[in-house]
């Protein structure tokens, strides 16, 4: 079959495309290349500052539209899949339901109904946007958010996106949650692909000073809670620099990214999160510890009832501070889970796994 793959968050589209070539399909990528992360993409469609930014990525989407037409699966990223008001989306939207043979969608990153969920705090007991019923630290800092997300022009978008598509994938527990009520059988899990053949098993060096690892999007800093983790792990530092050290890097391109984190012993990932991501799984896969988010809920999700290899952080400070401390004095313990990390991540999210939901479920919506 013929893949085209419409945006990218965190290399997600690229490792679909990448293991579906393998089996000998066909595969496309239009994307910006996520942000600065500059992901791998065979046309690029990035946008520039400004008005006359905008103008040029305008020409630049109508210029490719030849291009995304006669495919058997067109994939978006987001209801979102371009850059664009939502009445100018649309337009692009109806092009190619009009011009291929299936449109699909993957719930990845916010949309309005995943914020809605996340802000009535009946599903889960905290987000980005909530923390029980109070206001994340995101939601303080930025009031108007959860507000420009629930506009009648959003949520009209949202809706007829959701009700345009053949069928949906979603790539995180939370994602699933918000979107099941909405697209029912027409929506399927199926986790986050990471390319096994291109990440190698590192397992954590555990030198003389155990390697902390953050790495920081800035424009996500308070949406993911990486300020607060390492907060935590820099007071560790001060009280214990002869045990460990910590590594900062922020915005880097995901190649770069990745052969930084070579050298982590733990990797701090996210707190408001149910789900280990796309970084906490691709640093799993090379062996490291992953503080980040994995709750009871998540793992009877997927029924996995014996490996827990990610350590579960909650949005308590103090509980932040006493885990990775406890990691950083327990070598056998991070020897553990670093076995378990790449054992978990080759059973459930290896790409080989994770293609074959994703064409089970596609064949399923085109019978």
């Known amino acids: 079959m013929k893949f085209l ?7 997600f589209h690229v490792s679909l495309a990448t293991e579906l070539k393998r089996l000998g399909h066909e595969a496309t990528i239009v994307s910006s290349g996520s942000r600065c992360m500059d992901t791998q993409r065979d046309i690029n469609v990035a946008r520039e500052l400004g008005f006359l930014g905008g103008m040029k990525y305008i020409y630049r989407l109508f210029s490719v539209m030849p291009k995304m037409r006669g ?15 939502p009445g100018k989306i649309r337009y692009f939207f109806n092009e190619l339901c009009r011009q291929n043979r299936s449109v699909f969608l993957s719930l990845a990153g916010s949309d309005p109904y995943y914020v809605r969920m996340c802000c009535r705090s009946e599903e889960l007991r905290y987000s980005e946007y909530r923390l029980g019923k109070e206001p994340a630290p995101f939601a303080q800092q930025n009031p108007t958010n959860e507000l420009e997300w629930q506009t009648v022009e959003m949520l009209n978008h949202c809706e007829d996106i959701y009700n345009g598509v ?11 949650v918000a979107g099941r009520y909405y697209l029912k059988d ?18 954590a060096p555990l030198g003389e000073k155990i390697n902390i690892f953050v790495g920081i999007k800035s424009e996500y800093k308070a949406f993911k809670g990486t300020d607060r983790l390492l907060a935590a792990a820099q007071r560790i530092e001060a009280e214990m620099p002869d045990r460990c050290r910590v590594e900062v890097v922020e915005n880097l391109p995901y190649k770069e990214y990745m052969r930084r984190l070579e050298d982590a012993d733990i990797v701090l990932d996210q707190l408001y999160s149910y789900t280990p991501a796309t970084n906490a799984l691709g640093a799993m896969a090379m062996g490291k510890v992953v503080v980040s988010g994995a709750e009871p809920e998540f793992y009877d999700f997927i029924g996995e009832h014996e490996l827990r290899p990610v350590v579960n952080v909650t949005p308590d400070d103090e ?4 885990t990775i401390k406890e990691l950083v004095l327990d070598r056998e313990r991070l020897k553990m889970l670093s076995a378990q990390g790449r054992e978990f991540v080759e059973k459930h999210n290896s790409s080989k796994v994770v293609v074959q939901r994703y064409l089970k479920h596609v064949e399923q919506m085109l019978k």
Do not use: H
């Open 71 to 85: 495919y058997d699966v067109v994939q978006l990223i987001n209801p979102n899949f371009f850059e664009l008001r």
């Open 319 to 322: 509980a932040i501070y006493q």
């Open 5 to 11: 793959f419409v945006g990218d968050y965190s290399n």
């Open 186 to 203: 027409k929506l399927s899990y199926i986790g986050i692909p990471i390319d096994l053949e291109s990440v190698g098993y590192m397992p």
């Open 166 to 176: 053949d069928g949906a994938v979603s790539c995180l527990y939370e994602y699933d």
